[in-house]
């Protein structure tokens, strides 16, 4: 089933909260904005300077549509408690993001949480792991 | 051989092994060895030991954290970064840092991921968990070499005032750029760039670094900022390798971010 992508008003806070490893401008994407996509988990890459996470939603006549989505750094992500074997190809996974701003498929990773599992942030660590 | 005079011979050889030899050298002259010269003389430093991870200043200098105020500038420095801003905010031009070239310094000491202090004899040396970077601080009393070539992290003298390290860096390359501001990208530094910090703990596991930075070409006085830092010791939040290796966002020829789209596979 075709998942509605929402936006979510009011997220300034989560806004503010971007992905460390200011090394760009935000410029590409819409800080303002946020956006929830859900589909299947078909790639995970643990790379620097960005984790990348392609996920494809179901669509009209069976083709799906991919998106890409960078995340913080992979060291950043396991000090905030990601675990590497909970991150399984083929899995559902919601993520929200903040969207690119040319209205493609890509974005910048707030959270990802695999379908009947907790909620992972992306972000620096507060050292409370 | 009289027992007497056996008791006399082989009391003055007594006397002799403990220690009434004779012509002792005298003292070594004290000489100036720098602290932690030597393995057993790093014992002596304090315990620098474990993840430092930053939490004000630095990258979070944005957004009113305390502990740095912009720096003043000269006329050329006030056109320099207005060159800049126009580039980063109007026509969206990234620094090459955006290309998995290293900032160097000082900006590279500014990244929200941890860093590790590690000492050897003559040397403090500092891993940088952003971009898997190296700085080498000499301690051993060497003085400052103009004949080397200038670096990204430049070339880093270091000398102990009782617990704190301070530094004097120079011989920056021309190309790295010094962040003042949410602009990014940076303004450009003259070769009269010069950087001085004084590191120390501020308590059993927060430390301070002061960095003084100094460009008489484009500010007005020296510039100060001050980044405070935690001590973390677990394994989980040591600093890692980081190697750039998948950017899918490089620069184009003008600077400008691209999105690469993985192609979908069918």
């Given at each position: 089933m075709f998942k509605r992508i929402g936006i979510i008003a009011g997220a300034a806070t989560l806004a503010l909260a971007g992905p460390a490893g200011a090394h760009h401008t935000f410029a590409m994407f819409d800080l303002k904005k946020v956006v929830t996509v859900t589909g299947t988990l078909k790639d995970f890459q643990w790379t620097n300077p960005h984790i990348w996470v392609e996920i494809v939603v179901p669509g009209k006549g069976g083709k799906g549509a991919q998106w890409a989505i960078?995340?913080?750094?992979?060291?950043?992500?396991?000090?905030?408690g990601w675990k590497h074997g909970e991150i399984k190809l083929g899995q559902q996974v919601t993520v929200t993001i903040h969207p690119l701003k040319t209205g493609q498929k890509g974005g910048s990773l707030?959270?990802?949480?695999?379908?009947?599992?907790?909620s992972m942030e992306d972000g620096v660590s507060d050292g409370k792991v | 051989m009289k027992p007497i005079r056996l008791a006399l011979v082989l009391g003055t050889c007594c006397l002799a092994l403990l220690g009434c030899s004779p012509a002792k050298e005298?003292?070594?002259?004290?000489?100036?060895?720098?602290p932690g010269s030597s393995w057993r003389a790093i014992e002596q430093l304090p315990d620098w030991g474990g993840a430092w991870h930053?939490?004000?200043?630095?990258?979070?200098?944005?957004g009113g954290v305390a502990g740095w105020s912009p720096p003043e500038?000269?006329?050329?420095?006030?056109?320099r970064l207005k060159t800049a801003d126009e580039a980063y905010f109007k026509r969206g031009i990234n620094p090459p840092l955006q290309n998995c070239l290293p900032?160097?310094?000082?900006?590279?000491?500014?990244y929200a991921f941890p860093m590790e202090l590690y000492f050897v004899p003559g040397k403090v040396v500092i891993y940088i968990?952003?971009?898997?970077?190296?700085?080498?601080?000499?301690?051993?009393?060497?003085?400052?070499n103009s004949d080397l070539p200038p670096t990204y992290n430049g070339h880093s003298i270091g000398h102990w005032e009782g617990d704190t390290l301070v530094v004097d860096t120079v011989g920056m390359i021309p190309q790295t750029q010094l962040v003042v501001s949410d602009n990014f990208l940076g303004m450009r530094h003259s070769d009269q760039l010069t950087v001085h910090e004084r590191i120390r703990l501020t308590g059993p596991d927060t430390l301070e670094i002061k960095t003084t930075v100094s460009d008489p070409v484009i500010f007005a006085k020296p510039w100060p900022t001050v980044k405070t830092y935690r001590r973390d010791r677990r394994p989980l939040m040591q600093a890692n390798e980081y190697v750039c290796s998948?950017?899918?966002?490089?620069?184009?020829?003008?600077?400008?971010?691209?999105f690469q789209f993985n192609p979908p596979k069918d």
């Open positions: 960078e995340g913080s750094s992979p060291s950043v992500l396991i000090r905030k707030l959270t990802l949480t695999p379908a009947g599992g907790k | 005298a003292p070594a002259k004290a000489q100036n060895v720098p930053l939490t004000t200043g630095g990258q979070f200098k944005r500038m000269t006329p050329e420095g006030v056109a900032d160097g310094m000082p900006h590279i000491m500014d968990e952003a971009y898997g970077q190296v700085r080498w601080i000499f301690t051993d009393g060497r003085q400052q998948n950017n899918r966002e490089p620069l184009d020829a003008q600077g400008r971010q691209s």
